[in-house]
């Protein structure tokens, strides 16, 4: 029998597609089917890798790990990585295709559907049903031609669409009737239902609300979803989630300083240590100094290291980075903020706009060399204090230089890994996923809390994972989804 399929469409950004979709890939296996998720397109810097090689945006793995199965390349066969001034890097079925500006992605679009409908195909064929999420806003009508990523799937796939709009920005009647109203007849007629999430308060007063939508669209009202405020515990995909208010922590004893700049990649690096309640993890964006009682400062990744080190400077993170060290601080750089730290990062191809070099922060002797290959595996060794350490590397060039011959980690398969200064002080590694390795992170904050005892993060995730599963169940009719779904 055909796998069956269901598309969840956003009225906008940051609906909380993802969440839901994750969400109910946990609740539909934990029924006992056999789910994958899909996301024809993607645009995010926060990507992971996949057990065959490749990458895909951050998540779709966490919804692959909801629904219990391996996180693939076909889950999400287009991955744009924005970057400065050229536009993005173009990651097809999880290795790069090339690089495109705005406009020139609009004209290869139709070339990368044969990529999507050959994996969603794939899922099919192993699925009893295919969870598919859309990207952005499904009224986008300036963007319609050639879609891939919204209804130009739903309709090329013949996937029936549940329309998500977000009550907690305000709005949400008009942005699910008006976009019933702007889009084209024919995918207005795709879409089936509708849900509301982020809702707080007393949910009889939206009844009518509810009511309203449904008659103004003719579409079914399958849920009002509360906001689920654990949803900070699993790793983010947008980089909005970075602007996210976080509970208070009267327990903390470790504050740690990371500087967002402007192309931050990969920053689920930092979930773990946010989830901790004694670690104050302070997110500072330019216009702000660093604050000067930090025990650590982290540098994370980056898609464009070179605009990134630039704007470091323009904000003066620099000058508060050497006062820090000079306070007795310590600084982490991963991946792009490795890179950072050295003496220099050389573009000789122009990977990330014109070619060239620029001078790093020289707190490590180290140069780093930008090149078009990409290296995407999972790592396993143990660390320079002798902890076992299990991660991944996604990164694009070479670093080398004296520091690398006091390396952070020794692998189990490679040479040495990273580099630190002669104190110690300033450390730098491509591996990411550091932090979710709890002995890592035990050891990373026991250096500033004398033996901090940690979270078990892994299966905090999985409760987290559990509870949205529920939560959904019990505020979505979830019966009714999977007999709209084809």
């Given at each position: 029998?055909?796998?069956?399929?269901?598309?969840?469409?956003?009225?906008?950004?940051?609906?909380?597609?993802?969440?839901?979709?994750?969400?109910?890939?946990?609740?539909?296996?934990?029924?006992?089917?056999?789910?994958?998720?899909?996301?024809?397109?993607?645009?995010?810097?926060?990507?992971?890798?996949?057990?065959?090689?490749?990458?895909?945006?951050?998540?779709?793995?966490?919804?692959?790990?909801?629904?219990?199965?391996?996180?693939?390349?076909?889950?999400?066969?287009?991955?744009?990585?924005?970057?400065?001034?050229?536009?993005a890097q173009v990651v097809v079925q999880g290795r790069v295709y090339g690089r495109?500006?705005?406009?020139?992605?609009?004209?290869?679009?139709?070339?990368?559907?044969?990529?999507?409908?050959?994996?969603?195909?794939?899922?099919?064929?192993?699925?009893?049903?295919?969870?598919?999420?859309?990207?952005?806003?499904a009224s986008e009508i300036n963007l319609r031609a050639?879609?891939?990523?919204?209804?130009?799937?739903?309709?090329?796939?013949?996937?029936?669409?549940?329309?998500?709009?977000?009550?907690?920005?305000?709005?949400?009647?008009?942005?699910?009737?008006?976009?019933?109203?702007?889009?084209?007849?024919?995918?207005?007629?795709?879409?089936?239902?509708?849900?509301?999430?982020?809702?707080?308060?007393?949910?009889?007063?939206?009844?009518?609300?509810?009511?309203?939508?449904?008659?103004?669209?003719?579409?079914?009202?399958?849920?009002?979803?509360?906001?689920?405020?654990?949803?900070?515990?699993?790793?983010a995909e947008d980089a909005l989630a970075l602007t996210a208010e976080r509970p208070a922590k009267p327990e903390a004893r470790v504050k740690i300083a990371v500087p967002v700049l402007p192309h931050i990649a990969n920053f689920d690096d930092l979930d773990p240590l946010d989830a901790e309640p004694a670690v104050d993890l302070v997110r500072v964006r330019p216009g702000t100094a660093l604050p000067g009682d930090a025990d650590l400062i982290i540098l994370p990744g980056s898609k464009a290291t070179t605009a990134d080190l630039a704007a470091l400077r323009d904000a003066g993170f620099d000058i508060d980075i050497v006062a820090h060290l000079r306070r007795g601080g310590s600084v982490l750089g991963l991946c792009g903020g490795y890179q950072m730290l050295g003496r220099a990062i050389h573009d000789p191809d122009g990977i990330e706009g014109a070619a060239g070099s620029a001078s790093g922060l020289a707190l490590l002797d180290v140069e780093s060399t930008l090149s078009a290959e990409k290296r995407l595996e999972p790592v396993e060794g143990v660390t320079f204090d002798g902890v076992p350490v299990v991660g991944y590397e996604m990164h694009m060039g070479v670093t080398d230089g004296p520091d690398r011959a006091t390396p952070f980690a020794r692998l189990e398969h490679g040479p040495p890994e990273g580099a630190m200064s002669a104190d110690g002080r300033a450390i730098?590694?491509?591996?990411?996923?550091?932090?979710?390795?709890?002995?890592?992170?035990?050891?990373?904050?026991g250096r500033f809390a004398g033996g901090l005892a940690s979270i078990a993060y892994e299966p905090l995730v999985d409760e987290t994972l559990d509870r949205?599963?529920?939560?959904?169940?019990?505020?979505?009719?979830?019966?009714?989804l999977l007999r709209l779904s084809r």
């Open positions: 029998m055909a796998a069956r399929a269901l598309m969840f469409q956003g009225t906008g950004s940051d609906v909380g597609k993802s969440l839901i979709v994750a969400g109910l890939c946990r609740a539909l296996q934990t029924r006992g089917m056999k789910v994958m998720p899909f996301k024809p397109q993607n645009m995010s810097n926060n990507a992971a890798v996949t057990a065959d090689g490749g990458e895909i945006g951050r998540a779709q793995a966490l919804q692959a790990r909801a629904a219990r199965v391996h996180p693939s390349v076909h889950m999400n066969p287009v991955l744009l990585k924005p970057q400065s001034e050229i536009g495109a500006t705005a406009a020139e992605f609009q004209l290869i679009k139709p070339e990368l559907m044969a990529f999507v409908q050959d994996s969603f195909a794939r899922l099919k064929a192993e699925a009893d049903i295919v969870l598919v999420e859309g990207a952005g806003s050639g879609d891939i990523a919204n209804m130009g799937f739903a309709r090329a796939a013949n996937v029936p669409v549940v329309l998500i709009g977000d009550i907690d920005r305000g709005g949400v009647i008009a942005s699910l009737v008006g976009t019933k109203a702007v889009i084209d007849a024919t995918d207005a007629a795709l879409i089936k239902a509708f849900l509301v999430n982020k809702f707080r308060g007393d949910p009889e007063l939206f009844a009518n609300g509810m009511a309203l939508i449904a008659e103004a669209t003719g579409w079914e009202a399958l849920g009002l979803i509360p906001f689920f405020s654990d949803a900070r515990l699993l790793p730098g590694t491509y591996i990411h996923g550091l932090f979710a390795d709890d002995r890592q992170r035990s050891a990373w904050l949205l599963a529920a939560h959904l169940e019990a505020h979505v009719d979830v019966d009714r």
